[in-house]
């Protein structure tokens, strides 16, 4: 299930994955799923329809221009950088996670 979060709690097993990989200066605007292969862990950019997905399925009722925001994964944690600037008073940029996909991004969301 995807889930959010605007600061670190518990270290779900998707988190403890994320641990494993070392994203340097790369950017994942649409976020990012993490593979296994073999003994190593890849990372592998997401595509907008990823983020929509995701978003979707954590906010049924989520802003339709959420899946454009300027909200980004961070690249050396787990994160978000960017905003949420045009969006209603109330909106924040926040790290989803979908645990079973291993899928990785950031959302613009209504969290007044």
């Known amino acids: 299930m995807a ?3 605007s600061t670190p709690t518990k270290l779900t097993p998707a988190l403890k994955d994320l641990q494993k990989v070392s994203l340097g200066d790369v950017r994942f605007p649409f976020g990012f799923f ?3 292969e073999g003994n190593k862990t890849y990372v ?5 329809e990823d983020r929509r997905e995701t978003l979707r ?3 049924p009722n989520i802003h339709p221009l959420s899946v454009f925001a300027g909200c980004f994964p961070n690249s050396d944690g787990p994160g978000c950088h960017g905003g949420c600037g045009g969006f209603p008073a ?3 940029c926040m790290r989803m996670v979908d645990d079973n996909r291993r ?3 950031c959302g613009c ?3 007044s």
């Open 34 to 36: 993490l593979v296994d």
């Open 44 to 48: 592998i950019p997401g595509t907008l």
């Open 90 to 92: 109330g909106y924040r």
């Open 57 to 59: 399925k954590a906010f």
């Open 3 to 5: 889930s959010h979060s």
């Open 103 to 105: 899928y990785y991004s």
């Open 109 to 111: 969301v209504d969290m």
